[in-house]
């Protein structure tokens, strides 16, 4: 008997002994730290590798020399939620570790860019912060253990600017980062999580097995987004009076015809256009449905309004499309201005199952037809390819965006489902070789 109680004991006691051995994951100061950050990165530490520019700014560069050579584990640099005055540094806390002027929470050492950002993250850090739940908390293990990256809503309109209101679905998240290539850094794939508002709760659903990422763009092609909706990346932007009320009264495009063109499958695309007077033209292509009634109406109603607005309609023999796509069951229409210049209209082709689909362009007549918009289901993913390099060169990326981004040939974002608040992240960024 007694020996069965020493061993029970041990069974117990040993594992309870080991965990108060081991270092304990620097986690409290970092659970009251995420709710006052915009953006917050992890890095793994790398002592034999030169200290990075960050540790030199904040520190100087003797101090951070010493204190870099002392890292083991995981170290962060954050903005602040309302501060603009740049990163700051965080790492663990050390008794060896001392460094005048820091702000100490909890387990970690924060070094602030200037007095006044260190005052303003001090006076919220003293408010009370409830515990993390949900993506938050898993979103902390992932800042814990390994390079990854979190941003709020905040931090993603300070990236994105004005393209934040067409990201509502991904307001909130976090990514694990997964760089391949060596030191010389050639692609970053990523898997992560992301919300439409904060503090959601629960799992993100299964993804699949692996995500199977498409290739590379065609040429000319800048950007390709498809989905089972557009009502995910339009919502939040409809929402808004100022937006509702022009397309409403300028162009008939009410409550209906917007629900109608949120509701189905889309393909949006944005070629690059050599010459004339537009840098990029948009397609955005539908898989209407057998019943195209509803789209005649809306199309019909359209039509009217940029006639109206002193926009001329070219003659039919003048639209690039087939014949039988100039019938009465599938009218073309394409748009110019009084001086020739063909500013856009929609055509229509024919998908493999031979339901037409619809096609809206602004810009010059697209002349090959675009891929067919695939069949998808209600809670398909969305998928984005974009070549961030070429974008930037013509001054259409938001320049808040990390260099590293806006040089990358192409950007690879698979968001599963689209269509709920809580969802599954993954994709890659593939950078230009190194000459």
Known sequence: MLITAVTAASLVLLPVIALLRLPRPQAEG????????????????APDRPVPRLWQERLGVGAAQRLWRQQRGIWWQFWSRDGDAGPFLAFGRSDRIKVAGALVLDDLVLVAPDPLSKRQLSDQLASGSRQRRGMERRCLERLQWGQSVYWSAVGLAGLTGPLASLLQQASQGCLSLVPSG???????????????????????????GPAELPGALPPG???????????????????????????????GVGPSQLKLLTSVPFRLRLREIPRGSFQAGI????????????????LSDLRRALLDHELQEAPAQLIPTASALRSQ?????????????????????TAEKGEPQLRLFLG??????????PGQQKGSPLIL????????????????????????????IELSPSDRPLSRLSGRLRLPAVR
């Open 364 to 373: 010059p007549t697209p002349e090959a037809a675009a891929p067919a918009v």
């Open 30 to 45: 970092l659970e009251r730290l995420l709710p006052q950050t915009s953006l917050l990165q992890s890095f793994q530490a």
């Open 283 to 298: 397609e955005l292509q539908l898989a209407v449905g057998a019943d195209r009634r509803p789209w005649a109406s809306l």
């Open 329 to 349: 069951t599938l009218p073309a229409a394409v748009f110019r201005r009084e001086d020739g210049t063909v500013v856009g209209g929609w055509r229509w082709q």
């Open 385 to 412: 390819r974009l070549s961030p390099q070429a974008l930037d060169a013509l001054g259409l990326m938001p320049p808040t965006l990390p260099e590293l981004v806006r040089n990358a040939q192409q950007l690879q």
């Open 182 to 208: 060596g030191r010389a850094l050639r692609a970053l794939d990523f898997q992560g999580e992301a919300a439409a508002t904060t503090g959601v709760l629960g799992d993100p659903a299964q993804q699949q």
């Open 221 to 251: 092609i800048l950007l390709d987004l498809r989905g089972p909706s557009l009502a995910p990346l339009l919502n939040t932007l409809l929402a808004r009076q100022l937006i509702r009320e022009p397309l409403a009264s300028r162009y």
